[in-house]
Antibody, heavy 121, light 107 residues
């Protein structure tokens, strides 16, 4: 059974840092691109960051560029999101998601349960 | 970035109703369009990918159609477990972008 389990969220002051983790199981983690998607309270889904299967290519949303770093440890089946210079508008549930392409069309086929990040003084 | 616009933002319907949700892209995205269902406090689940392909395990009352800029998600006979928020998402070009969501509520 595919599972993605996030951790690392919590309350942090503006300007602070957090590292989110997502532990994967039930599939060959090193074969898949992985993403982070966030959802502010009562709001919609927003893509944040992605990393390719071997970790050599990453991309971030403009809203977090220069403040977040996505990485992965394929030996540990773990995805990370290092978040620095956090702002109140970064408050959200952060989901990790597995991406799969079928007939050339990518979609997120498995999601973690999410971890809440609250940025507040 | 490609903007995705869903309508309506919310709707009220009864069990057994046929429900249609639309999603419009700001430019042509061929069939690079996915639909997700999200229930309160839970992660999204994919229903439809590539505009019209049903994800394994998803009931056949869900269907998707469209190409280019205009897409629809149809629930042929609404069931109690279908009351949720639905999102479209394009994967034609980075960054992936989502529609604002459609909340389906009980009438």
């Amino acid at each position: 059974e595919v599972q993605l389990v996030e951790s690392g969220g919590g309350l942090v002051q503006p300007g602070g840092s957090l590292r989110l983790s997502c532990v994967a199981s039930g599939f060959t983690f090193s074969s898949y691109w992985m993403h982070w998607v966030r959802q502010a309270p009562g709001k919609g889904l927003v893509w944040v960051s992605r990393i390719n299967s071997d970790g050599t290519s990453t991309s971030n949303a403009d809203s977090v560029k220069g403040r977040v770093t996505i990485s992965r440890d394929n030996a540990k089946n773990t995805l990370y999101l290092q978040m620095n210079s956090l702002r109140p508008e970064d408050t959200a549930v952060y989901y990790c998601a597995r991406a799969i392409a079928v007939a050339g069309v990518a979609h997120f086929d498995y999601w973690g349960q999410g971890t809440l990040v609250t940025v507040s003084s | 970035d490609i903007q995705m616009t869903q309508s309506p933002s919310s709707l009220s319907a009864s069990v057994g109703d046929r429900v249609t949700i639309t999603c419009r892209a700001s430019q042509s995205i061929s069939t690079y369009l996915n639909w997700y269902q999200q229930k309160p406090g839970k992660a999204p689940n994919v229903l439809i990918y590539a505009a019209s392909s049903l994800q394994s395990g998803v009931p056949s009352r869900f269907s998707g159609s469209g190409s280019g800029t205009d897409f629809t998600l149809t629930i042929s006979s609404l069931q109690p477990e279908d009351f949720a928020t639905y999102y479209c998402q394009q994967s034609y070009s980075a960054p992936a972008t989502f529609g604002g969501g459609t909340k389906v509520e009980i009438k």
